[in-house]
């Protein structure tokens, strides 16, 4: 088997533009409905050729053999009966326990990656389903596209969004999703809803509209329990409401997002931040970061 030479990929920021709790399974997972949106802002994996497996981190983030990089790669291994290496370098950004899919993204780019540097020539499909058996918001991050979700967060259905600048404020702790969903107040009967109408009364579909700030019928159903169990949570999200208006958190936290006008604004407000606080602006896009640069290297060989 041969490789190719070393390049780069990106592993972007996810938002959940809502998210509602619609029920429970009897294994304990909770059943969903949300919608990702991708931006152009997040970690950067390199690749490298070698005769084994090694992962070096530049930024905080676990180097064990819990990494979701490394559970990626070992499965991947797995599954396509692959015996080569990889020198794998991680320059992370993104938050740990933010909300924002760092991890999740992380261990998608590197089954991308590692499809191209080993010339597997594994279908997304395929990739995707691996990808899963690590995690319930992998898929997203592999298929590369904004997408209403559903079930357990792994029944997809692409969706074109509008591409818009948001500021993201992390309040400098980690909200472990184990938290949230164990609380027995966390709403976990919201009614089920469609596509049609979260692009009718937020986004609307290929027009390029900016959504109602004030679309309450779509909401974030871990908001309250995060904020009850976090008061950064609270604060942070008072805090970019007071400046940026339409202020929500993504996932199950600790990030919060807003949706801003122009970039400078958002820079301005970073400028602004408590101590201890980190932040970000991006745009969401319509292809994820990480499939652009795979579609260049492979044009380029």
Known sequence: MTQASSFSLPAPAKLNLFLHITGQRDDGYHLLQTVFALLDHGDTLQFQPADSLSLQVSGDA???????????????????????????ALTKRLPQGGGVGGGSSDAASTLLGLNHLWQ???SIDELADIGLSLGAD????????????EGVGDQLQPINLPEELFLVIHPGISAPTAVIFQDPQLT?????????????????QDTGASPS??????????EATAKRH?????????????????ARMTGTGACVFARIADRQSG???????????????????????????????QSST
């Open 188 to 204: 976990r009967d919201t009614a089920k809803s469609r596509v049609a109408a979260f692009l009718g009364q937020g986004l609307k």
């Open 267 to 297: 820079e301005d407000f970073l400028l602004q931040l408590p101590p201890h606080w980190t932040g970000f602006v991006a745009s969401s896009v319509k292809l994820s970061p990480a499939h652009q640069a795979l579609k260049a290297l």
């Open 138 to 149: 992998i898929p997203v991050f592999v298929r590369g596209h904004n997408a209403w979700a």
């Open 120 to 122: 597997l020539n594994l």
């Open 230 to 246: 976090f008061p950064a949570i609270a604060e942070a999200l008072n805090w970019l409401e007071e400046r940026a208006g339409n």
């Open 213 to 222: 700030n004030d679309c309450d019928s779509f909401h974030n159903d871990c």
């Open 62 to 88: 676990p180097v064990g053999e819990d990494n979701l990089i490394l559970r990626a790669a070992n499965a991947l291994q797995r599954y396509s009966g692959c015996t080569l290496g990889a020198q794998l």
